[in-house]
């Protein structure tokens, strides 16, 4: 049996196991997580998600303007 995946960026069905582009792997906080995939002409339009970035600037601004 072949597994199925679900396009990142067009939430479309990959049903070509060709054209199925592994992009990264997303840790989960219980359990294995999961591979992330797109079809091949959408493997350049997907970007990875930036919460932990905004987060992160949240926070170093907060810091910042506390004075501490």
Known sequence: ???LHVCRHCDGLITDPED???L???PAMSGPGWDVYA???HAHLVK????AERLLA???ITRALSGD
């Open 20 to 22: 199925a582009v592994f």
């Open 39 to 41: 079809h091949r002409e």
């Open 24 to 26: 990264w792997h997303e």
């Open 58 to 60: 949240r926070i170093l």
């Open 1 to 3: 049996m072949t597994a």
């Open 48 to 51: 990875p998600d930036d919460t």
